[in-house]
T-cell receptor
Framework: EAGVAQSPRYKIIEKRQSVAFWCNPI?????LYWYQQILGQGPKLLIQ????????DSQLPKDRFSAERLKGVDSTLKIQPAKLEDSAVYLC???????????????FGPGTRLTVL | QQQVKQSPQSLIVQKGGISIINCAYE??????FPWYQQFPGKGPALLIA?????SEKKEGRFTISFNKSAKQFSLHIMDSQPGDSATYFC????????????????FGKGTLLTVNP
């Protein structure tokens, strides 16, 4: 079974530029998450989708970050304009609800390492 | 603000020794507590998870101990091996903002474990 795919793996941009990340979740996974992982810290949830609807974006800096999952499969996360403090690894994860399971595991992609100069 | 506090920040253990990582939380709405393992350049991967009504869960060399009254839980790695060298994150689950059956994770800051041969 293929895992969560993300691209690009690395991106270097100047501050105030725009950048977009792409994620393709595991086939059949209805829930998709975007996390920001700053060096030396744990992942922080930015936005969560259930199919193509947003179920949590409480920690998304909406003045500069946006995300979409138009057809309920793959997703893009955009930053416009980028700031120095946006330098981080952006992780995508997906999960599916399984009947009878108390905990539905989140499967993470390898992430995109963003450097803002 | 929901937080999960993790310690130590880094840990060095000799091969065959026991590695212990501790986490604490305040929010009683957390209802599941997974541990994730992350190798450099990879996304986190689920290691083991526990419900708050269980005091201990063991899977192979990995054991979670849970103290509900103290709001603390810990990961014990028995017979630590060099291949266990990674960053470990504790996490806690709550309902997403939209509620229903959507959940989100809050992660600790991570513990970098080094197992010397």
């Amino acid at each position: 079974e293929a895992g969560v795919a993300q691209s690009p793996r690395y991106k270097i941009i100047e501050k105030r530029q725009s950048v977009a990340f792409w994620c393709n979740p595991i086939s059949g996974h209805a829930t998709l998450y975007w996390y920001q992982q700053i060096l030396g810290q744990g992942p922080k949830l930015l936005i969560q989708f259930q199919n193509n609807g947003v179920v949590d974006d409480s920690q998304l800096p909406k003045d500069r970050f946006s995300a979409e999952r138009l057809k309920g499969v793959d997703s893009t996360l955009k930053i416009q304009p980028a700031k120095l403090e946006d330098s981080a690894v952006y992780l995508c994860a997906s999960s599916q609800r399984l009947a009878g399971r108390a905990y539905n595991e989140q499967f993470f992609g390898p992430g995109t390492r963003l450097t803002v100069l | 603000q929901q937080q999960v506090k993790q310690s130590p920040q880094s840990l060095i253990v000799q091969k065959g020794g026991i590695s212990i990582i501790n986490c604490a939380y305040e929010n009683t709405a957390f209802d599941y507590f997974p541990w994730y393992q992350q190798f450099p350049g990879k996304g986190p991967a689920l290691l083991i998870a526990i419900r708050p009504d269980v005091s201990e869960k063991k899977e192979g060399r990995f054991t979670i101990s849970f103290n509900k009254s103290a709001k603390q839980f810990s990961l014990h790695i028995m017979d630590s091996q060099p291949g266990d060298s990674a960053t470990y994150f504790c996490a806690a689950r709550t309902l997403s903002d939209s509620g229903g059956s959507n959940y989100k994770l809050t992660f600790g800051k991570g513990t970098l474990l080094t197992v010397n041969p």
